[in-house]
């Protein structure tokens, strides 16, 4: 397996590499941790004019506090994010999503910025995004602009970023006081894409009801869905093991899978509704703790 011939930079700013991909109009693909694209290429899936390596871009790569936000540079290392005591004390779920994403090589190479824009409907990080209404920061020729998760995952492997355009930033609110977090998927082996997963927050009222929840499942169609009658569910009925059985039941109904190779769609609708149900729970139980 070869990859087809293609003209290779490596820019050392924003500016050069968006002069890059004006310059090859459309036919250029952007190089972060290389872990989809580059079998895409050796399968010749996929034959681009030319790579446009973002990895000597410096600028691209931090973790940050601001605004109630955590900000992540597009090309850090799902490595860095994995052992980072900031995403430790302020978005722990993220630290659990991370701790799933395939094996340490892929973590070492991976980027938070390359996986969202990837937009595979199984990975972790687009569930993580849309579970807790994130933010993804896009750079072209016209200037910036920021895309909630509803408007950036359009289709499986498909998103918002228009051609000429560079992904440079995700954003991600800060868990809230008084909180829980839980990530559920099943996968057939250890870091594999899951077949379903479900990302999950609680936040618990001072009188025990649900003060706020958010919940999204992935590999239940093109894009990760936002559960949106499910947290409407807990917010106004509690957090009561009836009312988190009834969550994953709802959670069952709302999804569309479609059958493939690795599952068929009432399978799927099962196991949203399993691991719904597991996901609720743990994280009610963590946000009573922490209450």
């Known amino acids: 397996m070869k990859p087809p011939p293609f003209e290779y930079h490596d820019p050392r700013s924003v500016d050069e ?92 190479r991976g980027t938070i910025g390359g996986s969202i824009a990837h937009a595979d409907p199984s990975a972790e990080y687009p569930a993580l995004v849309t579970a807790l209404d994130g933010e993804m920061v896009l750079r072209g020729p016209s200037g910036t602009r920021v895309v909630k998760p509803n408007d950036f995952f359009k289709g499986f492997l498909t998103t918002a970023v228009a051609p000429g355009e560079i992904l440079i930033e995700v954003r991600i609110p800060v868990t809230p006081p008084h909180s829980g977090w839980a990530f559920e998927e099943f996968s057939r082996r250890h870091g594999d894409f899951a077949i379903v997963e479900i990302a999950a927050m609680l936040a618990v009222a001072n009188d025990g009801g649900c003060a706020m929840a958010r919940v999204a499942a992935s590999g239940v169609g093109g894009t990760p869905v936002r559960l949106r009658p ?16 009834e969550a994953g039941a709802k959670a069952a109904e709302l999804v569309d899978p479609t059958s493939d190779l690795h599952a068929s769609a009432d399978y799927r609708r099962h196991l949203t509704r399993v691991l719904t149900r597991r996901a609720l729970t743990r994280a009610a139980l963590q946000a009573r703790g922490n209450n």
Not at 54 to 60: A, V
């Open 230 to 245: 499910v947290e409407e569910l807990l917010e106004r009925g509690g957090l009561a093991d009836k009312t988190i059985a």
């Open 17 to 108: 590499a968006l002069a890059l991909l004006g310059r090859y109009g459309g036919e250029a693909r952007l190089l972060a941790g290389g872990q989809s694209l580059m079998p895409l290429l050796n399968f010749r899936l996929s034959a681009p004019a030319a790579l446009v390596d973002l990895n000597r871009i410096p600028e691209l790569s931090y973790i940050r506090e601001e605004g109630g936000q955590l900000r992540f540079g597009a090309m850090t290392r799902q490595r860095q994010i994995e052992f980072s005591p900031l995403v430790a004390s302020k978005l722990p779920l993220m630290i659990e999503a991370t701790r799933m994403v395939g094996h340490l090589p892929t973590r070492t």
